[in-house]
């Protein structure tokens, strides 16, 4: 699946860009960070758990330092009004395919 190339995406609570070695070679499992290795994606683990015992304790009238939860980990960023990543992701489809430079 994973052609010959220079960067990999690798997703999770963000993106992270992973360069491939000094000498632009392919990236290989050892190249990537134990940190992004043992990276989970979850969207019912326990900071989903913690934020609907918080909404709980708001609707029975509990004061908090916040009047509302606002669920930012799941779902489209967009709808909180975060612009998209245009930049990014245009500038990753021309690493993924430099021929695109030459089109109008």
């Not at 699946?1 to 990236?27: E, H, I």
């Not at 290795?37 to 304790?57: D, F, H, P, T, W």
């Not at 330092?65 to 990543?85: M, T, V």
Request: net charge neutral; glycine share 8%; with cysteine.
């Amino acid at each position: 699946m994973w052609r010959s190339c220079r960067a990999a995406v690798v997703a999770g609570a963000g993106a992270v860009l992973l360069a491939a070695g000094a000498l632009g070679g392919r990236t290989t499992i050892d190249d990537i960070s134990p940190w992004v290795l043992s990276m989970e994606y979850s969207v019912r683990g326990a900071i989903l758990q913690e934020s609907n015992k918080l909404k709980a304790e708001l609707a029975e009238g509990k004061k908090l330092p916040f009047d509302e939860i606002i669920y930012a980990n799941i779902g489209n960023p967009q709808s909180l009004g975060q612009k998209p990543f245009q930049f990014t992701r245009e500038v990753l489809a021309l690493v993924m395919d430099p021929s695109k430079l030459d089109l109008p």
